[in-house]
């Protein structure tokens, strides 16, 4: 424990300094005084250093109190185990080393891959989720890469390094292929000049798209904004293309599509559409407006789609969880008290990490808490996995169950309504804990999703009800058979 910094850990004021948003400035400016009135900062430093990315950014806001060379360089090291606020670290970094430029130089030109301390591989998936964040050793790599690299291109003469040292195709890779996700440089950006203003200093000024101004991609906008469907597939289809082999090698990646001929995308635009790819893939299908395309994997990473039908599939079933199902928007049940402590909701907290509670639970506190009121919060930690948003249904009245199972079929509809594209992944709802039948919940829900498209018959929605229990599925599959007839 760190006794001058424990106060902060109390409540959620650690939570202030993810964006140092307004009001940040107060606890910025305590966690200062402890580091003054400390008597060992060093060993409290480094105990926070090793606690995970909320202690960070506790050690960042406190060195701007009081730093030495030796404290820096346990930032350092920190920085090179791999950290989710790297972009933090790099600005504090910045701000109080006057070696930041060669440090900084030094670990680009061998790469910045990071190395986990040891008891990191001793800890549960879920922990290392809470603890570090939600990236890997790769991500994490390419995340302080990208950090390095914003704050060296704040002037002149580091975009003259970063143009004879770092190649265009490894910065492109890692911003966007492994950084996009996460947006650092527009954290780094908006960070610096929020800590700027917390002390009252002349701040860094790094423009969000400094990088890609020094290496502008030449990749195809809708290959960029991840419009694989409108972009790519349906003037493909459109063209007359029933099938087409997806084929990587060392150059990129080859589309062979007859009649069209042959795509050639190089790199790093292939990994991208790879990305992009699996994002669009539920299961073996793909969907757009234009019909259906069948997916098979053959050996390696490639890929054979076939045109199945000239009718888009707009409801589909999985038995797979809701944060496996790779949609961009996530939709559960949860109660009135916003417990999270089973079946979807459990697994989502895990993986998102408190934020996501939070956030859920500042929601509920205004306004009313009915069944089927629909709170909508940010994703956190599940954005590695492709969500943009996750939608809680008010669904259980605690520890009543579900009085009106009606609502949910509404709340559904008013999900749907405000999504705009790609998958929607909806869990079964009421149906364990909140006592209603899953034949009941399947009428509603599947009833909800299909006055929706009959309303809105150009909507490129799709939705996929996750149904890991076997009773749920076959109540839903019946359901849409029935409803299909």
């Known amino acids: 424990m760190t006794p001058h910094f424990e106060w902060v850990f109390h ?18 400016e305590r966690l200062m005084g402890s580091a003054r009135s400390s008597p060992d900062l060093e060993a409290e430093i480094r105990v926070l250093l090793s606690e995970g990315w909320r202690a960070a950014l506790v050690a960042c806001a406190a060195l701007q109190g009081r730093s ?14 791999g950290s989710w606020v790297a972009p933090q670290m790099a600005i504090t970094l910045w701000m109080l080393d006057e070696r930041f430029g060669e440090r900084a130089r030094q ?13 990191r591989a001793e800890l549960s998936g879920a922990e290392v989720h809470v603890l570090h964040g939600p990236a890997g050793v790769y991500s994490l790599s390419a995340k302080t890469r990208v950090s390095l690299m914003a ?36 954290l780094l950006a908006r960070w610096s000049r929020a800590i700027a203003d917390c002390l009252d200093v002349a701040g860094l000024t790094v423009d969000e798209n400094v990088l890609l101004q020094l290496w502008p991609p030449t990749a195809p906008n809708w290959l960029l904004a991840g419009e694989l469907e409108q972009g790519f597939f349906e003037p493909l289809l459109t063209a007359g293309v029933s099938q087409m082999e997806w084929i990587p090698d060392e150059k990129g990646d080859l589309v062979v599509a007859e009649p ?38 053959g050996p390696g ?26 949609a961009s928007t996530l939709v559960y049940g949860t109660s009135q008290d916003g417990r999270m402590t089973a079946g979807p909701a459990s697994s989502l907290l895990a993986l998102a990490g408190p934020e996501l509670h939070w956030e859920l639970m500042c929601e509920l506190s205004t306004g009313d808490r009915d069944l089927g ?29 579900c009085s009106q199972p009606e609502k949910l079929g509404e709340a559904l509809q008013k999900v749907l309504s405000r999504s705009s594209e790609g998958v929607v992944a909806v869990a079964s709802m009421a149906s364990g804990g909140g ?15 299909r006055r929706f498209f009959e309303e809105n018959r150009r909507s490129p929605l799709r939705v996929l009800f996750c149904l890991p229990l076997e009773r749920d599925y076959q109540a839903f599959a019946r359901e849409l058979e029935k409803s299909s007839r």
């Not at 670990?107 to 008891?119: D, Q, Y």
């Not at 770092?166 to 650092?184: E, M």
């Not at 790879?274 to 997916?295: A, E, H, M, N, W």
């Not at 006592?435 to 999703?449: N, Q, W």
């Open 11 to 28: 409540g959620l004021d650690y939570l202030a300094l993810l964006n140092l948003d307004t009001g940040s400035a107060g606890v910025v």
């Open 68 to 81: 030495s060379p030796g404290l820096l360089d346990l930032l350092w090291e920190a920085l090179d185990r």
């Open 107 to 119: 670990r680009l030109l061998h790469g910045c891959t990071v190395r986990p301390e040891l008891a």
């Open 151 to 186: 704050v060296l291109a704040h002037d002149q003469a580091g975009r003259d390094w970063l143009l004879q040292n770092i190649a265009k195709v490894d910065a492109l890779q890692d911003l966007l292929v492994d950084d996009g996700w996460d947006d650092s440089v527009r």
């Open 260 to 297: 069209v001929g042959r795509i050639r995308f190089e790199r790093p635009y292939d990994a991208l559409l790879r990305q992009r790819l699996g994002y669009r893939i539920s299961g073996d299908r793909l969907f757009t407006s234009l019909g259906d395309l069948q997916i098979s994997r």
């Open 301 to 326: 990473s490639r890929l054979t789609m076939t045109l199945l039908s000239e009718k888009a599939l707009r409801i589909e079933l999985s038995q797979q969880r809701l944060e496996d199902s790779g």
């Open 373 to 401: 009121r629909v709170v909508c919060t940010n994703s956190y930690g599940l954005r590695e996995r492709g969500v943009q948003r996750v939608y809680h249904i008010v669904a259980l009245e605690s520890p009543q169950g």
């Open 435 to 449: 006592g209603v039948k899953p034949e009941l919940i399947a009428r509603l829900l599947v009833g909800a999703a």
